[in-house]
């Protein structure tokens, strides 16, 4: 197990996926954040099942900034109730697991 995990988000227009992507990485809460579009999800929201376009961030990070990261999105996201789901990162590859957590470290101040 590592200390890197993969956060998957929804958002229902392009526009806002890009701009909560950026925001996390220009934050450093994101080394980096994957986002596919287009994807068609199916959820129960106030008693009825309902259908929307969205998009789905995939956004990887450091488990210790989970906390970080999930109030920032519930505070940018237009979504009343945004998905902010957390999910582990076993094992990879170690170059990329060492860029990802280096990538998440802010720099000092200059």
Known sequence: M???IVVLCTCGSSED???LARGLVDAHLAACV???PEVK???RWKGAVEESA???LV???SRVLFDTLRHWIEKEHPYDVPEVIALPVVDGAPNYLNWLREAVVK????
């Not at 720099?107 to 200059?110: D, K, L, R, S, V």
């Open 107 to 110: 720099p000092p101040e200059t």
């Open 2 to 4: 590592t200390d890197q």
């Open 17 to 19: 996926a890009g701009r």
């Open 34 to 36: 994957s986002v596919m």
């Open 41 to 43: 999800s199916y959820y």
């Open 59 to 61: 956004i990887k990070t």
């Open 54 to 56: 969205e998009s789905l």
